[in-house]
């Protein structure tokens, strides 16, 4: 016999019996259906992660290897399948509404988990941490994006990084305080230490529409002694006789920057660190034209697995920049 329960129908005032298969079946009709709750797909996610990195569909299609038309498609159903608007879009950029950025710490949080597990069993022994040097405008301009790619492929190395001018940075090396180095060589004469991985041209750089490059003397912004841009630059201006004066003496590229456009001075910088606010200034300003400089990757004499990995990362970075250089 079916064990019974009681329960007391208040409008009536009396006692109603039912049986144990009639009481599972009033609780279950009193829970409302509810659907599974869909899975993130991390490839998606990683599409929405270089967007909001980016802030343009375009510039993250090609750093997902996918067209334009199917990351929106992508963004289109992550959208639709978490009930939420994640972009604002307009004509030339795109921003993170407030799900949006919600869902970008989630995003990063799985694809960095994903990332530590899978590389737990394909590349058990690939861990430990690295010591690498850079001077201080390639660590501000070039190795946060190298590091950060290698982090996502390589989870469980630890790259410490030193900054330091490249002189000290190579007695760094010789006293084995790092296990890579990335220094900054004049191409002539020609140097031995480690291998070429980017030759950049050096510019004199000045403000947009400004008026430094005029005066007399020339105001410059530069570094101290041992600096390869400063040694280039004044050796050019020496042999052309053109008189200057350092206005702006740092060692960090952001306050010389700074400083050009501020048209304080000009500066020996990089071609690829010109901005909008920027322009070119040579010949035709009365300016010398300035040589190339080399990027070199020193290495350690005894390399394990992590240090490798790490010199191929940064081989692969430079090589993929001289290619954007090229087109």
């Not at 989630?106 to 899978?118: C, K």
């Not at 950060?148 to 006293?175: C, H, N, Q, W, Y």
């Not at 322009?279 to 020193?298: A, C, H, K, W, Y």
Request: charge should be neutral.
């Amino acid at each position: 016999m079916n064990e019974r329960y009681r329960r007391v129908d208040f409008q009536s005032n009396k006692m109603i019996w039912k049986s144990n298969s009639e009481k599972l079946k009033d609780v279950t009709m009193s829970i409302p259906f509810r659907r599974p709750i869909p899975l993130l797909d991390n490839d998606v996610l990683r599409t929405f992660v270089a967007i909001a990195e980016t802030g343009n569909f375009s510039t993250a299609a090609e750093a997902v290897y996918r067209t334009p038309s199917a990351v929106s498609m992508q963004i289109k159903k992550l959208e639709e399948q978490l009930g939420a608007t994640l972009f604002l879009r307009d004509a030339r950029s795109v921003s993170l509404t407030q799900h949006g950025e919600v869902l970008l710490s989630y995003a990063r949080n799985i694809l960095a988990l994903s990332n530590e597990a899978v590389s737990r069993f394909i590349m058990p022994e690939l861990s430990g941490v690295v010591r690498l040097g850079a001077p201080e405008d390639i660590g501000e301009r070039l190795l946060p994006n190298i590091l950060k790619s290698f982090a996502e492929s390589f989870p469980s190395i630890m790259v410490d990084v030193t900054i330091d001018m490249s002189i000290g940075l190579k007695k760094r090396m010789e006293e084995q305080r790092l296990d890579l180095a990335l220094i900054n060589c004049a191409t002539r004469p020609l140097p031995t230490d480690g291998e070429i991985v980017f030759r950049e041209r050096l510019i004199w750089a000045g403000a947009k529409c400004g008026t430094a490059h005029r005066r007399d003397p020339l105001p410059i912004s530069i570094w101290e002694d041992g600096c390869i841009w400063r040694s280039e630059a004044l050796s050019q201006l020496d042999r052309m006789k053109r008189g200057y004066r350092v206005a702006f003496l740092s060692g960090h590229t952001m306050a010389q920057r700074a400083a050009v456009v501020s048209d304080l001075a000009i500066a020996p910088l990089p071609r690829s660190y010109v901005t909008d606010e920027m322009t070119i200034l040579g010949v035709q300003e009365g300016l010398p034209e300035l040589g190339s400089f080399d990027i070199r990757l020193l290495t350690a004499s005894q390399m394990n697995n992590p240090m490798r990995a790490v010199a191929d990362s940064i081989r692969f970075a430079f090589a993929e920049k001289a290619k954007a250089v090229a087109a």
